[in-house]
């Protein structure tokens, strides 16, 4: 899949912006703080519905503007073509695919985008909600009931939270445990087996990235005691949850976490070594992806140069230019592993909110 156009108004620098892309490699090149990893910003909104940067959602917006839109025309691997437009105005958002108005989860099934940027070691050593969105956003697009299973547990989960709060008693908790258990083991089982799926994928691009470390593993803690059944723990853990007012056990609790026999815990890792392992992460779903779907993952690398060794640049280059996918890459100039001219590149100049070719 490739996005073959892009549109953009009002967001962070940009007013008015429509470009049309190639469907192989384009660099987007301009000095720092010219606009060239909102452009990447936008694309992923499309496929994930939230930023990849940290902060509130009208941050976003383009200052002293009401809010932002952006439009990405994607063409499938098969030739059909896709609309897609996500909005949020005035603190209402929505989506839109081929005109019509669709959910985010419609938006996000429609689209896939994956990117590694400088934020991307976060999913090693930031907080577990990070980890559980970059896995269940893989677990969405290759388990067709994923999402209504975690809408179905969501919802029993603040039932539950609700009524922990108010004190309520046994007969009152019971039946939105019995309901958070269906749900929760449900979830459970499709991380777990997607994270069998995604670990030798994982394990064969962390040899390359990462030799010096030995075997990588990826280990995933699923929110609960292992050999216990979630009604159980849950029927267990009532009385600490009433003392604390919320849920402690579950799949809202599941976490993951990589490993080497030279560095099992992520603690010993160096800030270079967690940058290789989340880029390996982010090269192993969109692997992952395309081994389920049939086709590649539109592959966005933020300012690739500063934050990889030239080592390391060429072996992306060379698992991008493999897979085939469409790349978007950003840099204060063209990454040296792009101007051997040995693959064709569109470039793009970027200044304060402008675009060039």
């Given at each position: 899949?490739?996005?073959?156009?892009?549109?953009?108004?009002?967001?962070?620098?940009?007013?008015?912006?429509?470009?049309?892309?190639?469907?192989?490699?384009?660099?987007?090149?301009?000095?720092?703080?010219?606009?060239?990893?909102?452009?990447?910003?936008?694309?992923?909104?499309?496929?994930?519905?939230?930023?990849?940067?940290?902060?509130?959602?009208?941050?976003?917006?383009?200052?002293?503007?009401?809010?932002?839109?952006?439009f990405?025309?994607?063409?499938?691997?098969?030739?059909?073509?896709?609309?897609?437009?996500?909005?949020?105005?005035?603190?209402?958002?929505?989506?839109?695919?081929?005109?019509?108005?669709?959910?985010?989860?419609?938006?996000?099934?429609?689209c896939?985008?994956?990117?590694?940027?400088?934020?991307?070691?976060?999913?090693?050593?930031?907080?577990?909600?990070?980890?559980?969105?970059?896995?269940?956003?893989?677990?969405?697009?290759?388990?067709?009931?994923?999402?209504?299973?975690?809408?179905?547990?969501?919802?029993?989960?603040?039932?539950?939270?609700?009524?922990?709060?108010?004190?309520?008693?046994?007969?009152?908790?019971?039946?939105?445990?019995?309901?958070?258990?269906?749900?929760?083991?449900?979830?459970?089982?499709?991380?777990?087996?997607?994270?069998?799926?995604?670990?030798?994928?994982?394990?064969?691009?962390?040899?390359?990235?990462?030799?010096?470390?030995?075997?990588?593993?990826?280990?995933?803690?699923?929110?609960?005691?292992d050999?216990?059944?979630?009604?159980?723990?849950?029927?267990?853990?009532?009385?600490?949850?009433?003392?604390?007012?919320?849920?402690?056990?579950?799949?809202?609790?599941?976490?993951?976490?990589?490993?080497?026999?030279?560095?099992?815990?992520?603690?010993?890792?160096?800030?270079?070594?967690?940058?290789?392992c989340?880029?390996?992460?982010?090269?192993?779903?969109?692997?992952?992806?395309?081994?389920h779907?049939?086709?590649?993952?539109?592959?966005?690398?933020?300012?690739?140069?500063?934050?990889?060794?030239?080592?390391?640049?060429?072996?992306?280059?060379?698992?991008?230019?493999?897979?085939?996918a469409?790349?978007?890459?950003?840099?204060?100039?063209?990454?040296?592993?792009?101007?051997?001219?040995?693959?064709?590149?569109?470039?793009?100049?970027?200044?304060q909110?402008?675009?060039?070719?």
């Amino acid at each position: 899949m490739h996005l073959a156009e892009l549109r953009i108004q009002n967001l962070r620098l940009f007013s008015d912006l429509a470009t049309e892309l190639s469907p192989g490699w384009n660099a987007f090149v301009g000095a720092n703080g010219s606009g060239k990893t909102s452009l990447l910003e936008a694309a992923f909104l499309l496929s994930h519905g939230h930023s990849f940067r940290p902060g509130q959602r009208d941050v976003l917006s383009r200052i002293d503007s009401p809010g932002y839109s952006v439009f990405g025309r994607l063409v499938r691997a098969n030739g059909v073509e896709r609309r897609l437009g996500l909005s949020r105005i005035a603190g209402r958002v929505e989506a839109r695919v081929d005109g019509v108005a669709a959910g985010l989860g419609t938006l996000v099934e429609s689209c896939a985008i994956v990117c590694f940027e400088p934020g991307s070691h976060e999913l090693i050593i930031g907080p577990a909600e990070e980890r559980r969105r970059f896995l269940d956003w893989g677990v969405f697009h290759v388990e067709h009931d994923f999402l209504r299973q975690w809408r179905r547990y969501q919802r029993a989960l603040r039932q539950r939270n609700q009524a922990l709060r108010e004190g309520a008693g046994v007969d009152l908790l019971e039946p939105w445990e019995a309901e958070l258990a269906q749900a929760g083991t449900s979830l459970a089982a499709m991380r777990q087996a997607y994270a069998g799926r995604l670990s030798p994928i994982l394990g064969e691009l962390l040899g390359e990235f990462l030799s010096e470390l030995g075997q990588a593993s990826f280990v995933l803690n699923r929110g609960w005691k292992d050999g216990v059944d979630l009604a159980e723990a849950l029927a267990d853990g009532r009385d600490r949850d009433r003392e604390r007012g919320h849920t402690g056990r579950g799949p809202h609790r599941a976490d993951w976490s990589v490993g080497f026999e030279a560095a099992p815990r992520r603690e010993h890792l160096s800030r270079g070594q967690e940058k290789l392992c989340a880029l390996a992460l982010v090269l192993a779903q969109a692997r992952l992806y395309a081994e389920h779907v049939g086709e590649w993952p539109v592959l966005c690398f933020d300012d690739l140069a500063s934050e990889l060794d030239q080592t390391h640049q060429e072996l992306v280059v060379a698992v991008a230019a493999a897979s085939e996918a469409q790349v978007l890459v950003t840099g204060t100039e063209l990454p040296i592993s792009l101007k051997s001219g040995s693959r064709p590149v569109r470039v793009f100049h970027v200044e304060q909110g402008r675009i060039r070719a």
